[in-house]
């Protein structure tokens, strides 16, 4: 295909509707129809990237293969379309002036005074068109992070007004997403609000080619042609987006309404053969037909807000769905596991997973945690700072070293099993500077792990600055603790097992990230088999019991 089309996608009258949700099962749709696709998301807020933010802040923050600290959003656009994004598929207010102000001072602006437009809107334009000029791909979408009408997003706005013009209507278009409200006293759904969102962006000269409505009840023919004819777009173009039961469901439901055909028409794209979805419905028929079902507690200090696991969830979705089961989760906030509590909260579950996380708070939790788990045979997942915890335990309670820690939480212990890396010691500023994205991995070939990949290298994503001590790995090795995978190049501890429990693994890595619903994680699934095996055991030793 000789040039890229743009899809932009806007938000009205209310933030979390769910653009990403949209863009990605527009994505899909595309794709299944043998598309080159791919989506980015413009945030419009000063951090340089998420990765310094808190979770409660902005949820999960995502990593990229090529070691980017993105928005979770990225997460459901490889979840959708089973492709990599990259640093170029996540840019941010903070980056754009970064790069600005960068270039400003290297004096490429030749003197001149370098302003809101046109620089920094020819800057967003650049970073909008980065991903379409590789040649990769037909369809870049673009998501506008933030509500038409902010301050915030005025800026981006103006550069997609200014990339519409330069392109053409054939070229790029926007996709408003918005509320259609219901108000249950008048037992009515209300436009009004989408008519003022429509006119807010259209006081900044973009008129929206396709209204997506989201709605908790049907739109009726005569809504669908009052919001055409004051939103001034074409009928098929306004889409119903209603609450579905599950995010999986989003890609169906577009292709019901045609949201597909109304771009490609736009776009003049070929439109005839129908979008082959035969993989994704097989895997909405197992997720939703369960022969089983298994209770799964998430052990972390970020509970309260479900988005901090975001692709923790999810990938338990896909190995579900694999497993043919449904996996329950219960968030279990570690502060509160202590000596009283734990068999209340525990003893009960098929399965525990400790998750990833920062800092000192809820760290004894999670590693009595580990010890219930691991003295009573319940199968365990630890993730990165949970496969630390894992380390400290065994330390502590296998070999006797009572000290034992991370440095991450006692600088000064006797015993540091989980140390700073020698490259990480001078490093002061905080973003960015993590071990991040992509690492190799080589496995042992006699291992739990080896099992569920069936290879025997690897590759894993990363976000963390501490490590397992290597010093520490003959001691640990001998008291039963054994290292299954080591990054071949620098000889790194990246995975830990307990040969003799049904299924205790702890991974440096952030498996969670790979799993899509194409290819499942491998050790999701294998950790959600070893759940099923533990449940259907555990009830028969129930029964046995009397
Ligand atoms: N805080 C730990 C580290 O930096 C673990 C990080 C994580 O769980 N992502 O090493």
């Known amino acids: 295909m000789a ?4 899809v932009f996608v806007t938000g009205g009258v209310s933030s979390s509707l769910g653009k990403g949700i949209i863009a990605a099962s527009l994505a899909k749709l595309l794709q299944a129809r043998g598309y080159r696709v791919t989506i980015q998301k413009l945030d419009p807020y000063i951090n340089v990237d998420p990765g310094t933010l808190n979770p409660y802040e902005h949820g999960e923050c995502y990593v990229t293969d090529d070691g980017a600290e993105t928005d979770l959003d ?4 490889e979840r959708f379309l089973n492709t990599s994004t990259s640093q170029a598929n996540n840019v941010t207010t903070g980056r754009i002036y970064q790069s600005v102000i960068e270039k400003e001072r290297r004096g490429e602006f030749l003197g001149k005074t ?5 620089h920094i809107t020819n800057e967003i334009k650049e970073r909008i068109q980065i991903l379409g000029k590789s040649g990769n791909y037909d369809i870049v979408i673009t998501e506008i992070g933030g509500t038409v009408g902010d301050i915030e997003s005025l800026p981006y706005i103006e550069a997609v007004r200014q990339l519409k013009w330069e392109l053409g209507d054939s070229n790029a278009l926007v996709i408003h997403l918005t509320l259609i409200p219901y108000l249950s006293a008048a037992g009515e759904l209300k436009t009004k609000p989408t008519q003022h969102s429509v006119k807010t962006l259209m006081e900044s000269g973009i008129k929206a080619d396709i209204l997506v409505c989201r709605t908790e009840h049907e739109l009726s023919e005569d809504l669908r042609r009052k919001l055409a004819l004051f939103c001034n777009v074409r009928q098929e173009a306004v889409i119903q987006s209603i609450d579905a039961s599950t995010i999986y469901d989003v890609p169906n439901l577009m292709l019901e309404e045609g949201l597909d055909k109304v771009v490609l028409k736009q776009l003049v794209l070929q439109d005839e053969d129908e979008p082959n979805l035969d993989n994704w419905n097989k895997f909405l028929h197992r997720h939703k037909n369960p ?4 209770t799964i507690g998430l052990i972390g200090k970020y509970v309260e807000l479900q988005d901090s696991y975001k692709s923790i ?10 497993n043919e089961v449904k996996v329950n989760v219960v968030s279990i906030h570690s502060e509160y596991i202590t000596d009283t509590t734990i068999k209340k909260k525990i003893a009960h579950l098929d399965g525990i997973l400790v998750a990833p996380g920062f800092g000192e708070r809820g760290i004894e939790g999670k590693i009595k945690a580990v010890q219930f788990a691991r003295e009573n045979g319940l199968p365990f997942f630890g993730i990165c700072l949970g496969m630390q915890m894992a380390v400290i335990e ?3 309670n296998v070999l006797g070293l009572k000290n034992a820690c991370s440095v991450e939480v006692d600088a000064h212990t006797s015993d540091p099993v989980i140390d700073i890396m020698e490259e990480q010691k001078n490093i002061t500023e905080m973003g960015g500077t993590m071990r991040l994205g992509s690492w190799d991995c080589e496995l042992v070939e006699e291992s739990k792990v080896f099992d569920a990949y069936g290879e025997k290298i690897i590759a894993e994503r990363h976000r963390h600055r501490y490590e397992y001590n290597n010093t520490y790995k003959e001691q640990l090795e001998n008291a039963g603790l054994r290292t299954t995978g080591v990054n071949p190049k620098t000889g790194l501890v990246e995975i830990i097992e307990i040969p003799d429990h049904p299924w205790f693994v702890g991974v440096q ?10 290819n499942p994680h491998p050790l999701f699934i294998a950790f959600v088999k070893a759940a099923v095996t533990y449940s259907k055991h555990n009830i028969s030793a129930k029964v046995s019991q009397g």
């Open 3 to 6: 040039n890229t089309k743009y």
């Open 74 to 77: 990225l997460g459901h656009y």
């Open 114 to 118: 370098v302003q809101v437009v046109p």
């Open 291 to 294: 022969k089983d079902e298994v």
């Open 313 to 322: 969830l999810e990938a338990f979705i896909h190995a579900g769905a694999e």
């Open 394 to 396: 065994y330390s502590r």
């Open 509 to 518: 890595y952030h498996p969670e990230y790979k799993s899509t619903v194409a």
